[in-house]
């Protein structure tokens, strides 16, 4: 049965949406997969209403799509059952403009329903949003921001094929320094960062600071803090769309590959964390610079669930070559004050904005897996009281881990066989996943790099 005051506002929405941009040919209904791909379909006018009446029928199998939009039958679902359809509906509030398209067009968030209305297994937004509610257990609300570092890249490859630095359009040639915190490198890019800006206001994607990275050509957006995390995952997927969608549009190409040159920075997605209780205090502070003892326990949470998450974290085959020693990447279970090579970092400032940074995820992870996944190690660890043990001073990454599943296969093992993670997420859930990506790996692996024939041929 629908909910029909949900339903006149979703129209409500969609009316005032049009008195505001009158000239909308198009909307786009978008979905995040597990891939953290967006995809979805594009409405002429005459089908906005349905929208926001009917849903949008779109196959169940589009959210597990492996990274080149196929579906491996994971589990048996796909091919095996018919491919049959679910209904997306509307998120309320994310009805907005794509300031980055030829014709006028809008787009709108969807979300994976079953047929009696209940959020379907399958969307990754449901998979966080279930682990969300078990703060309100504790009388506590989950604070959130990401940070996405990408590479700015030109369209055109090099003689080999390879990726090649973008050219800056202050001076014409090609970025080959490693200028962090560069602001001629900001500026030989000023419009691709303005377009960014204005596409992110649009569509209340609140950005904050743009900053060049450890690589040429290499930068990074943040974006602002949310109470509402879920919120803050959206804010996430949606970010990383407009980058690649304006970049198009200025003849440019980005990627948030997470190791895209084997000599140089990978991107990362570094998540903010902190935690309000009901009276508005944040529970990680304590008047010191290390925190409480709820932040200890949380931190102990995200080391003890660190392993099981890597398959989220790092997600692919590229993924694993980021983790390097003496890169500012983390290759051990450690945390530490103002330490940027720990995994838990607690940054310096104001006792009460006091917080953990996760800096484990590559920049192409899931938002909402990889939200899912951290939060569960911070309720893990505040229900159980863990002690991270001792804090990390100096080089925290000199010597990888050799407890930490640094490849591929090793991860998917840890997930699939993660007990604590899967009394957050449904292991049914868990297994469609690990399924997804062993299909993509073994599809990976049936290709011959070029590599192979300068060696063996």
Known sequence: MKDNSKLLSGLQELEQFLEK?????????????????????????????????????????????????????????????GDPD??????????????WTEAPTAQVLMNMRNEDGTPSAVDPRNVAARVIDKFSELGLTPVIAFELEFYLLDKERDARGFPQASVSAITGERENTTQVFGI????????????VEDAARAQNVPTSVATTEFAPAQYEINLHHTD???????????????????????????????????????????????????????????????????????????????????????????AYRRFRPHTYVPVTKSWGLNNRSVACRIPSGSANARRVEHRVAGADANPYLTLAVLLAGVHHGL???????????????????????????????????????????????????????????????????????????
Request: charged share 20%; with cysteine.
């Open 184 to 195: 001629a490198e900001l500026e030989g890019h000023a419009k691709f960062f303005a377009a």
């Open 383 to 457: 229900v159980n009281k863990i002690d991270p043990g001792p804090s990390s001073d100096g080089n925290a990454c000199t010597v990888a881990d050799p407890n930490l599943p640094l490849d591929l296969d090793k991860a998917l093992n840890r997930l699939a066989t993660s007990t604590t993670l899967a009394s957050y997420i449904d292991p049914h859930y868990i297994e469609l996943y690990c399924a997804t990506k062993r299909g993509e790996m073994e599809k990976f692996r049936r290709h011959l790099p070029p590599l192979e024939y300068d060696w063996y041929l």
């Open 86 to 99: 679910g209904t997306a509906v509307p998120v309320p509030g994310t009805l907005v403009s794509c300031p």
């Open 21 to 81: 941009y009158p000239d909308t040919r198009f909307i786009d209904a978008i979905l995040v997969d597990l891939c953290g791909i967006v995809r979805g379909k594009r409405f002429g006018r005459d089908e906005f209403d349905n929208i926001f009446t009917s849903g949008v029928l779109l196959p169940h199998s589009t959210y597990f799509l492996d990274v080149t939009g196929h579906c491996n039958n994971p589990l048996g679902m796909g091919v095996t059952d």
């Open 228 to 318: 509402l995390p879920l919120i803050a995952a959206d804010h996430c997927a949606l970010l990383r769309h407009i980058i690649k969608s304006v970049a198009t549009r200025h003849s440019l190409n980005a990627t948030f590959m997470s190791k895209p040159f084997a000599d140089l920075s990978g991107n990362g997605m570094h998540v903010h964390i902190s935690l309000v209780a009901k009276d508005g205090k944040n529970v990680f502070d304590d008047g010191s610079a290390s925190g409480s003892d709820a932040l200890r326990y949380a931190i102990g949470g995200l080391m003890t669930t660190m392993a099981d998450s890597f398959a989220i974290f790092a997600p692919n085959v590229n």
